[in-house]
């Protein structure tokens, strides 16, 4: 067991990481492509006045922009220690 992920519900070891992994790399893409998709959205209708899904989508944005922060921050440290060979424990090894 590397360490208990309370997202996951679950521990993170040795023979799950590459899913942990692949969970904040898909997490990442998805709150940056939402980021993306909302301000362009917000950006294209400037000057068509101002109406309440406009709030909803700059709180949005806000709230997926902390998540995100989080996210990618999660992912470079996971990046570094896989870089440096240091992503898990080592698998005991039965007798």
């Known amino acids: 067991m590397d360490h208990h992920c309370p997202w996951v519900n679950n521990c993170v070891g040795f023979y799950n990481y590459k899913f942990f992994y692949l969970l904040l790399v898909y997490a990442a893409f998805a709150e940056l ?39 990618l921050g999660l992912l470079g440290f996971h990046t570094h220690l896989i870089l440096a060979n240091q992503a898990h424990t080592e698998r005991k090894k039965s007798l």
Do not use: K, N, P
């Open 33 to 71: 492509y939402t980021i993306g998709l909302l301000g362009y959205t917000l950006t294209s209708r400037a000057g068509q006045g101002f109406e309440g899904w406009d709030i909803c989508a700059i709180v949005s944005i806000g709230l997926v922009g902390l998540f995100s922060l989080a996210t």
